[in-house]
T-cell receptor, first 116, second 113 residues
Framework: EAGVAQSPRYKIIEKRQSVAFWCNPISGHATLYWYQQILGQGPKLLIQFQNNGVVDDSQLPKDRFSAERLKGVDSTLKIQPAKLEDSAVYLC??????????????FGPGTRLLVL | AQTVTQSQPEMSVQEAETVTLSCTYDTSENNYYLFWYKQPPSRQMILVIRQEAYKQQNATENRFSVNFQKAAKSFSLKISDSQLGDTAMYFCASLNAGNMLTFGGGTRLMVKP
């Protein structure tokens, strides 16, 4: 079974530029998550989708971050404009979404972003 | 709100020996799940073990086992017969009814030959 796929693996941009990350979850997984992991810290949830609807985006900085999952499968996370403090690894995860007890999250390899 | 605390930023262990990583958590929910994830230097987060809070029996997966103390809100991970491939960051995490996963700050484990 293929795991969670993410691209690109690495990205270097100048501050104030825009960047987008892509995630393809495990086949059949209804729930998709985006996390931000700053160096030396645990991941922090940015947004959670159930199919193509947003379940929780309370920690997403909406002035610069946006995310979508239009067809309920792939998802993109965008930052516009980027700031220096956005330098981090962006992790995508997915879970079955079938209800309580099926919510083990499986993670992708992450995208490492460096903002100069 | 949930909080997860890992009080050991770094630990080391000799190959083939046993090591225990500590984790405490705080939650207002009666039912929840607890997890240990491993993140090797390649950065892929891998599930190590999970525990359902309503189960009294401690979860075990091969060389990995947990000591779940619900009253004390403690959830430690024991790695037996440590191997060089166990070198990684280990994150403790709790999952609430809203399927929100809260991570601790991590423990960096180094297995020495």
């Amino acid at each position: 079974e293929a795991g969670v796929a993410q691209s690109p693996r690495y990205k270097i941009i100048e501050k104030r530029q825009s960047v987008a990350f892509w995630c393809n979850p495990i086949s059949g997984h209804a729930t998709l998550y985006w996390y931000q992991q700053i160096l030396g810290q645990g991941p922090k949830l940015l947004i959670q989708f159930q199919n193509n609807g947003v379940v929780d985006d309370s920690q997403l900085p909406k002035d610069r971050f946006s995310a979508e999952r239009l067809k309920g499968v792939d998802s993109t996370l965008k930052i516009q404009p980027a700031k220096l403090e956005d330098s981090a690894v962006y992790l995508c995860a997915s879970s079955l979404g079938g209800g309580w007890g099926q919510e083990t999250q499986y993670f992708g390899p992450g995208t490492r972003l460096l903002v100069l | 709100a949930q909080t997860v605390t890992q009080s050991q930023p770094e630990m080391s262990v000799q190959e083939a020996e046993t090591v225990t990583l500590s984790c405490t958590y705080d939650t207002s929910e009666n039912n929840y799940y607890l997890f240990w994830y491993k993140q090797p230097p390649s950065r892929q987060m891998i599930l190590v073990i999970r525990q359902e809070a309503y189960k009294q029996q401690n979860a075990t997966e091969n060389r990995f086992s947990v000591n779940f103390q619900k009253a004390a809100k403690s959830f430690s991970l024991k790695i037996s017969d440590s191997q060089l491939g166990d070198t990684a960051m280990y994150f403790c995490a709790s999952l609430n009814a809203g399927n929100m996963l809260t991570f601790g700050g991590g423990t960096r484990l180094m297995v020495k030959p």
